[in-house]
């Protein structure tokens, strides 16, 4: 992995399949050592045990549906719909609209990103033949006293088989990669005087001029075309077949600051 990660040749770019087809060749070597860190490394162990289920718990459903569509906020659920009962009628019939595109841009998002992580992890043996060529002799750079890990066919490697696209699914990272390339994608940034106006990160002005140091030397190329941020984000989560990210923003003036209040609440722990 160190080794793939270090190729410097810019016509060879590991990819994440590349990371993929390495793991799955070593998959049950991977589980032995993360078995050795969970069994050695207790405090550790103790300190994510303790997290992931205090983060499920704000999850958790007073009522167990057995209608997989139905989709709520856990414990958060009625303390909204009481937040959203406050407001006028004429705001709740602004919003009602406002969530149903949301929610198809969700559902979008999530079905774009589970193709990608099908695809990812059903990906092919790197055509590139440096990175096949680590891939292929991974195995015989270990120490002789650490034995490999068995054929596919006596341990049963093979690709994990995630469930098929649907609201109960994984939608797997692209979609949350996705919602985090927006958020940076929207950030204002400083002009350089006064009299300019503020941009968004991935305005083109902003992107080229980030390609450049301090001293104004070019430092990357911007592709031609599309810019480099509207590639990483179809790379990421196959945005192109996603529809546009509706204006939310009537929500959050209508609710953002009692929602804080709320987050905030909740959110204490002394």
Known sequence: MLK???????????????????????????????????????????????????????????????????????????????????LSAEQQDTIFPILDQQIRYIEEMHTSSHRRLEAVLSSPPSKNPTIARIIASSANSRASSRSSSPAPSDRGTQTPKIPSSGPSSDPGPGAYLSRWQDLLDNTPITPLSPSRKVEKASGKNVVKGSTKDVDGEVMVEIPSGKTGVEKVQERVSGEGSVSGKPDVRYVVEAMGKDFRALLAARGAYW
């Open 4 to 86: 793939i990660s270090r190729i410097q040749d810019e016509s060879a770019v590991p990819t994440v399949g590349d990371f993929v087809a390495l793991l799955k060749k070593h998959q049950y070597s991977c589980h032995k050592f993360l078995h050795q860190a969970c069994k050695n490394g207790k405090e550790l162990t103790g300190w994510y045990l303790d997290w992931a289920k205090q983060a499920a718990s704000h999850f958790r459903r007073k009522t167990d549906y057995s209608d997989a569509k139905i989709r709520d906020a856990g414990d958060l659920t009625e303390p909204l719909n009481e937040l959203f009962s406050k």
